[in-house]
């Protein structure tokens, strides 16, 4: 039987989950912003990172002939993004659920008409969000079901306005977090079959569909060589499906890291510091990493790293977090953006403004100043965004500046502003050096664990039950 | 933590000691004795007895009201009096507790001073906190010797004799005045043979880390041992009686092959060897303790042993100088030593000691300790290829002490220790 290896880093912000084979290869990545209960986060990572190494099993088994076929890359994308819509659904279900019930516990004599306007919303995004997850691959977006719901329903709320507003609103804040705290297990292999079923519809009916150049015209080719293949496609796949959702995936180790390692429920030798897992992450995808920057949700690593991938030393930011994540996330609550807008946002200034503030709070009213007196919103946020990596360039100079090839890791290296300034701040300072950045950059401490658990920790593991689903019910 | 601190002989001893001295400072007035503020780096212990002087060290009452927990509130009224934000926390600490009533470590009160002795220029705020001091004690006469710094790292003659000039011209002058007690050098130098004598023992005590396991945590208990040398009995028989029982004891524990106690007990594995640059935390200090011993780690050479005297590289009070060495004292504390200097002193002290690492505390209240603590670490690990850690707390304001930053990057340093002791057997 073959085995594997988690890794699980509980972040300030995400929690993410990563399963390595025993050649250190990724086969499956999970994540959730669920941050209430480290327990229910862990679990929750950790069976996305199962769902996605079935996927990936799925993958290897049609064989690489296959795999690399245009028909077949593109279903598997499309099936990935139903099936994380089928996931979804189950949650939406949950949370039109509590919302309900939340407006009805509200004491306003007018009730009666917020729950009527809060069912017409939810009828107008659910479809809404179906339409997106199909047809438009909002999966591929990496956006959490809070970022994907909220969006629209507040554009929906904002619309109403007046005296809907405070009350419609409060009862998603209320109704948000436990559903998202909410542990779901989906079997694998109905979901897969469900989805497999959507994708038969879309396919069929896109059979006769013209073209409507709304698209690059790479698409419509890809997609007409799915739109003539996808039968055979859909029973190679299905004819491996079952196979694939019944196999246990074995973890044979785990290595738990990140500031809540502590309170996972793993044996002491089970912890790492996450210092060492990113550094050991980023060292296994570039090996001639020798300095790791890592901006996560509440701290900013500078890292060095030898030959071997072990720390040799670090600097963290002490005291304050102004400059992580978390700080673009309240930046991104002041000009009413979502996270991920941010950085296109401020790559469309044409000045960086100067932002004083050294505080998160203080930014905030300073941000709100600036905007009053006429300052353009790109602009005020490539200045919060120079800002940060400014930060991040001091630590790195404290822990011994750039030494050969520099990798950035962390959530924060996903937002191209942030990039953009850390590259040209390196290359500013310490010259042209290589510079890795990765799609997985906010997987690294994760990977960085379950590297450790495949080294040097055996174990038993505390349970097994959440990992094995329960696919004979 | 609430739990009653194993206590070795040595330290019931040196209690008896402080109790002493506490006393007399209570009864000060009664005994007809002359009290004498000063700072421990560069502390003219020899010269304050020789005037038969109580000594005051108010940097030790501040870290011992942290000790007790009641640092934070001397601090806030400090601040509560104008005293910033910014302004070291041992002043602070001090200020507040004069403003309540100046009461010591033991429950006495501790006497007005009759003497601000400044006898070490390195740190400028010790010349703003006796300003301040000044201000409340109108009465009490301030002396101040100015120590050159060893810029180009070493003594000359030229300094010596300057700062000889000073002693003649201002001190003793002064300190004769106050004390109405003339200046007898033959004192002087009978005070300095047990100088002499207590520093061959405590150079010996601190060497003792070169064993395996180490009998002493050369910082957290190190700071203990200091203590005797440091606040005024340096030139008595009591403090070679105390270091020759310390020293007795340690012999023992080498002889059973035993690590060094902490407050829980002794130390059953010694994992980690290091070197620590920077003060300790006083006000969590057990709790930091803690964190090193709980992972088996012992601190083998501290620099902050080091600030009331240099005796590593053979410098011993010299009774036939006894002026001469006064001024060799006062220039050769650890914080007046350029920083090249220090990088060589805390090399030897990693190579001699075999340490596997080399942490730095840094000091949000103290620039005199923090200023280059950057650069000493990068040089260090170029140097030696030891890996380093960087922490930072404060001296006595509770407020920057984070538990869980500390622990969290402690642990990922001895992790990283740990990684790298596999590593090296692997390739081994």
Request: proline share 4%.
């Amino acid at each position: 039987m073959n085995k594997y290896y988690l890794g699980i880093d509980l972040g300030s912000t995400t929690s993410k989950a990563v399963i390595i084979n025993e050649s250190d290869e990724i086969v499956g990545r999970g994540i959730t912003n669920t941050r209430a209960n480290y327990k229910v986060a862990a679990d929750i990572a950790r069976e996305e990172a199962i769902y996605d190494a079935r996927f990936t099993l799925l993958e290897q088994k049609i064989g690489k002939d296959n795999a690399i076929k245009t028909e077949f890359k593109f279903y598997m994308k499309d099936l990935r993004n139903v099936f994380q819509y089928g996931q979804f659904r189950r949650r939406m279900e949950s949370l039109e659920r509590l919302l309900n019930e939340t407006v009805s516990s509200f004491t306003y004599a007018s009730k009666d008409k917020f729950k009527t306007e809060l069912e017409r919303i939810i009828e107008k995004i659910r479809p809404q969000i179906r339409h997106e997850f199909i047809s438009e691959n909002l999966g591929s977006k990496n956006q959490f079901f809070r970022d994907i719901v909220s969006e629209r329903y507040n554009l929906e709320v904002e619309k109403l306005g007046g005296e809907y507003y405070e009350p419609l609103m409060l009862a998603f804040d209320k109704s948000i977090t436990p559903v998202e705290n909410e542990m779901v297990v989906y079997n694998f292999k109905e979901l897969v079959h469900e989805s497999m079923n959507i994708l038969d519809e879309k396919y069929r009916g896109l059979v006769d569909q013209q073209e409507d150049g709304s698209k690059e015209d790479w698409y419509y080719a890809e997609l007409n060589v799915v739109k003539n293949n996808y039968k055979t496609v859909e029973s190679t796949l299905r004819q491996h499906i079952d196979e694939i959702a019944d196999q246990d995936i074995n973890i044979a180790r785990m290595v738990g890291t990140g500031y809540g390692r502590a309170l996972l429920p793993f044996p002491e030798d089970c912890i790492k510091s996450e210092i060492l897992c990113h550094a050991f992450g980023a060292h296994a995808v570039f090996p001639n990493t020798r300095t790791v920057l890592d901006i996560g949700g509440q701290d900013t690593k500078a890292i060095q790293v030898d030959k071997h991938g072990l720390v040799t030393s670090f600097h963290m930011n002490d005291r304050c977090a102004a400059g992580c994540g978390r700080y673009l996330g309240y930046i991104a609550d002041e000009f009413g953006l979502s996270l991920n807008e941010l950085g296109p946002e401020a790559n469309k200034a044409t000045k960086e403004t100067t932002i004083c503030s050294t505080c998160t709070v203080f930014a905030g009213a300073e941000v709100k100043e600036l905007l009053h007196n006429g300052e353009e919103r790109p602009n005020i946020l490539a200045g919060l965004h120079k800002a940060i990596v400014q930060r991040a360039m001091s630590l790195i100079a404290r822990s011994g500046g750039v030494r050969n090839e520099f990798t950035f890791t962390g959530g924060v290296a996903r937002n191209e502003a942030v990039l953009k300034y850390v590259k040209k701040m390196v290359t500013d300072a310490y010259g042209e050096v290589t510079m890795n950045i990765h799609t997985d950059s906010i997987f690294m401490g994760a990977l960085g664990g379950a590297m450790f658990a495949r080294r040097n920790i055996e174990v038993d593991l505390p349970t097994t039950s959440t990992t094995k689903e329960k696919v004979e019910e | 933590m609430s739990q009653e601190a194993i206590k070795e002989r040595s330290m019931i001893l040196q209690k008896e000691m402080v109790e002493g001295l506490f006393n007399d400072l209570a009864n000060a007035k009664e005994l007809g004795k002359k009290v004498c503020y000063t700072f421990v780096p560069g502390n003219l212990s020899e010269l304050i007895r020789t005037f038969d002087l109580l000594p005051v060290y108010p940097e030790i009452n501040a870290l011992q009201s942290a000790m007790r927990k009641k640092s934070a509130g001397y601090i806030k009224e400090a601040e509560k009096n104008a005293h910033s934000e910014d302004v070291c926390t041992y002043v602070k600490c001090d200020v507040g507790m004069l403003m309540k009533g100046n009461i010591g470590p033991t429950g006495q009160k501790i006497p007005e001073p009759d003497i601000l002795l400044l006898s070490y220029t390195g740190c400028f705020t010790f010349m703003k906190w006796f300003e301040t001091l000044k201000r409340e004690y109108p009465n009490a006469k301030v002396i101040m010797i100015h120590t050159p710094y060893q810029e180009n790292a070493k003594m000359t003659p030229q300094m010596i004799e300057y700062m000889v000039k000073q002693f003649k011209e201002e001190v003793i002058p002064q300190m004769e005045a106050v004390s109405g007690i003339k200046y007898d050098e033959n004192k002087l130098k009978k005070i300095l043979e047990y100088s002499k004598e207590a520093e061959d023992w405590i150079t010996k005590i601190f060497d003792t880390t070169k064993h395996r396991p180490s009998p002493i945590d050369a910082y957290f208990a190190g700071v203990y041992y200091i203590g005797p040398i440091n606040i005024g009995f340096r030139g008595t028989p009591e403090a070679v009686e105390y270091y020759k029982e310390l020293y007795n004891e340690i012999q023992e524990r080498i002889k059973l092959g035993l690590g060094p106690i902490t407050p829980e007990g002794e130390m059953k594995e010694e994992k980690y060897r290091l070197v620590v640059e920077g003060p300790p935390n006083w006000t969590n200090f057990r709790e930091f303790w803690k964190i090193f011993y709980d992972m088996g780690a012992v601190i083998v050479a501290s620099s902050y042993t080091k600030v009331g005297g240099v005796y590593d590289l053979g410098w011993r009070h010299d009774p036939s100088r006894p002026l001469e060495t006064l001024s060799e004292y006062c220039m050769n504390c650890y914080t007046n030593l350029n920083i090249p200097q220090r990088i060589s002193l805390l090399t030897k002290c990693i190579e001699d000691y075999q340490a596997d690492g080399y942490i730095t505390n840094s000091i949000k209240s103290c620039n005199s300790f923090s200023a280059g603590q950057l650069a000493m670490m990068r040089e260090i690990e170029d140097k030696l290829e030891v890996p380093v850690g960087f922490i930072e707390s404060d001296l006595v304001d509770p407020r920057y002490f984070s538990y869980s930053n500390i622990k969290n990057r402690l642990e990922s340093y001895f992790q990283m220790l740990a990684q790298r002791k596999t590593m090296e057997k692997t390739e081994a």
